[in-house]
């Protein structure tokens, strides 16, 4: 018995999409949703709840692989995105002393540039642009214009 309904279920998802991780999060969204109607005695998060088990059982009976997978790697995409984007967050503050991140104006990476105060030549090496950039550190004056200040307070007296 237990083999018969098992090939049931395999037969009925055999070329469905099937469990993928937009319906985990459906799933998941659901059970909070469950539990909010529950603890608030309101019915509306139960009909978003139902709503989006249709839009799963929808999902997962799909015959159309091509287009759940595109959203499947839409979601991977974005999720990368958002990890990339902390670890790039967590690195400039690390090292914000002793460098700069400047985005490449022609491909739009990152990159990661020794902070030292003036115009720099810069090569990106993922498209081999060539741009310039000026750091400026606030709070922080070169040489020379130490020495204006110094100047311009001397002639002050
Ligand atoms: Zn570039």
Redesign the pocket.
Known sequence: MASTLKDKISALFAGRNGLDMWNYIIVAVDVVLIAVSMLTNSYLPLCIAFLLLILFLFRALSRNLAKRQKENMFFTDAAKAIVRQHKLNGMRWKDRKTHVYKK?P??R?VLRVKRRKGPKDIH?P??N?DFKIIIRIPGELDKEEKEARKAEARAKK
């Open positions: 490449c022609a491909c990476k990106c993922y498209c642009n």
